[in-house]
């Protein structure tokens, strides 16, 4: 299958998106399939990457966002799917693209729209009365846009469960269970110093905008150190709130190390795994990649309970309302500190990429194959592996590489 994928909202600091796009097209791309990726950029480009085709359309950053930026000239990108006549179509934002659900309807392309956020849990973030509704309003359009809507947890399906979406099927993501794994003591005295045996070493990993709620973690050193428990944060990510949160720790003199982003997966993971515990405050999360990869190094996270997340670590950590995570972590802290590094290391494995990607594929096969695609979730994701026909579809096609951008 010739797959092609659009996503935007994409910054060259993003975080869980491009990691989900390149293990997904690094994977249809082993499995012998065409992954084609669109996205916007500075300067338009086009390259084979380990993740397939990369097009890079010009697009203007989106305002106080922090780098991001949209495909915004549809005659262009519509252009560029007709050359490229995809056999699927995968859409990663389901917002400004949604567009494209009608335009592949119009060509007869099978297409799916990833949910990577709840509008339900966005909207609630504003101050608006008739946020749910409006919710409603948005999915309802996005549901009846494609034909299938890809859901990773069952509480990102929730809320087109709610307005009564028959085409919802749900597969997860996954974590590099190689990169992310036990590491060497060296991170741990690069950001807890020599003297810092004794103390907690707290790590947040993520995006410093308004959605992920980066004070929360903030909150709980402070909670944490008021109670007399010796404890330092690194906040790894960078983004709009960076220089608020840096001059808030300041003030209250707090021992934080702000990291910023770290593009070096490695040494990513020897953080990580570096940790006594890691936080993941965001109330929007629809599944949390960088959670479960602190699961992969060893390290329980403390996550929001408003949030997909418990439902992702399960019993491998805490989950707490509200905007300090203090008790989450003194309960987590606790435990014997080998079960539950065991425990989130053990977590993590049920949710490899290989399974994921196979959950993904099983749902693009289906609709290739004109059969309803189904409910996938981390447990039974193999029965989706097999092979499935095309219908001939692919046959048709067989030598056209597409225009180059």
Known sequence: MRIVRLANFVAAHSGGLRTSL?????????????????????????????????????????????????????????????????????????????????????????????????????????????????????????????????????????????????NVARAPLGVDLDTFTAPGSTARTSFAGHNGAGQALLVHCGRL??????????????????????????????????QRLERYAASAALPVTFAGFLPDRAGLAALLASADVAIAPGPVETFGLAALEALACGTPVVVSAESALPEVVGDAGANVAGEDLAAGVISVLARPEQRRRAAARARAERYGWPAAVQAFLGIHRALVAGEDAGYVNGEDAAYVSSDAGTDGRRSARDGFTGRRA
């Not at 500075?42 to 305002?63: F, Y």
């Not at 179509?89 to 400004?96: G, M, P, Q, Y």
């Not at 709620?213 to 150190?225: D, G, H, I, M, W």
């Open 22 to 166: 390149r293990e997904l097209g690094e994977g249809y791309l082993a499995a012998g399939h065409e992954p084609v990726l669109i996205i916007p950029g500075e300067l338009d480009s086009d390259q084979e990457t380990a993740q397939g085709r990369v097009i890079t359309l010009q697009g203007p950053r989106v305002p106080f966002m922090g780098g991001y930026r949209v495909l915004l000239r549809r005659r262009q990108v519509a252009a560029l799917l007709s050359d490229l006549r995809p056999d699927t179509l995968e859409v990663s934002d389901r917002t400004t693209l949604r567009w494209t659900g009608q335009w592949a309807r119009a060509h007869g392309v099978p297409a799916v729209m990833v949910s990577h956020e709840s509008l339900t849990a966005l909207l609630r973030l504003i101050p608006l009365a008739p946020a749910r509704a409006a919710a409603d309003a948005l999915n309802r359009r996005t549901a009846r846009a494609y034909q299938q809507v890809i859901c990773t947890t069952a509480w990102a399906a929730a809320e087109f469960e709610r307005i009564g979406a028959d």
């Open 209 to 242: 905008s308004p959605e992920k709620k980066p004070l929360r973690s903030l909150n709980t050193l402070a909670t944490l150190r008021a109670r007399g428990l010796p404890a330092r944060l690194v906040m790894a990510g960078d983004g709009p709130l960076r």
